[in-house]
């Protein structure tokens, strides 16, 4: 007889097998995430429409787009990218993301073409955010959480600093994040991040 052992379930475990409601909850929760990035599209879509003129066409044309997941690290997650601009090496995206248990964030990613067109004004313009950024400086520009092995603070760099790693990556990389707690400051926090990225860029 197969050994069954390491599959019995803990005294908790049993307690949240029994119980639906936390499922129930959960889903209710991600329902609420899900409406507020609606939410969050409608006004950027709004800024964008009124930046239209000076950012790339591809930009103002795209089109917001929600993806749900259950396992970013093992945790469920929400992403809202919008505008979203992904065309081989040549991106321009800013990308809000829910991830349970952790943080809202919005971020900034740009490489190719983009990275080129508006790199130097971010690096002229960065200090101008007041919201705290973070820089990416992994190798990869496909991750999300906030580790040291992924993202430092632009306020612990120098200028000097800052500016090599711009240059020398191939991408350009910056995220803001917000405590789940207070839920209710978070729809703002994220609005007005939106519009002090696209306000960086604009010449």
Known sequence: MR??????????????VNNPGWILTKRIIIN???????????????IIEHEKD???????????????????????????DYPRCFN?????AVRT????????????????????????????DIRSVKQELYICIHQ????????GDNYVPVKQLSVQAFNEIVLMKP???LAMKFPLHPWHDVPVLLDHSFNEIIAMLKD
């Open 140 to 147: 990869s520009q496909w991750h999300h959480h906030f580790g």
């Open 97 to 124: 993301m829910f991830w349970w248990g952790n943080f809202f964030s919005i971020t900034l990613q740009l490489s190719g073409a983009f990275k080129e067109k508006f790199e130097k004004k971010i690096m002229a």
């Open 3 to 16: 050994n069954f052992s390491k599959l019995m379930l803990s005294d908790e475990e049993q307690q949240l």
């Open 171 to 173: 991408f350009i990389k």
């Open 32 to 46: 609420k995430v899900d409406q507020i990035l609606g939410l969050l599209s409608e006004s950027q879509k709004q």
């Open 88 to 92: 081989g090496e040549h991106i321009f």
């Open 54 to 80: 000076w950012l790339p066409p591809a930009v103002v044309q795209s089109t917001p787009k929600i993806a749900k997941g259950e396992n970013y690290l093992q945790l469920p997650y929400l992403l809202l």
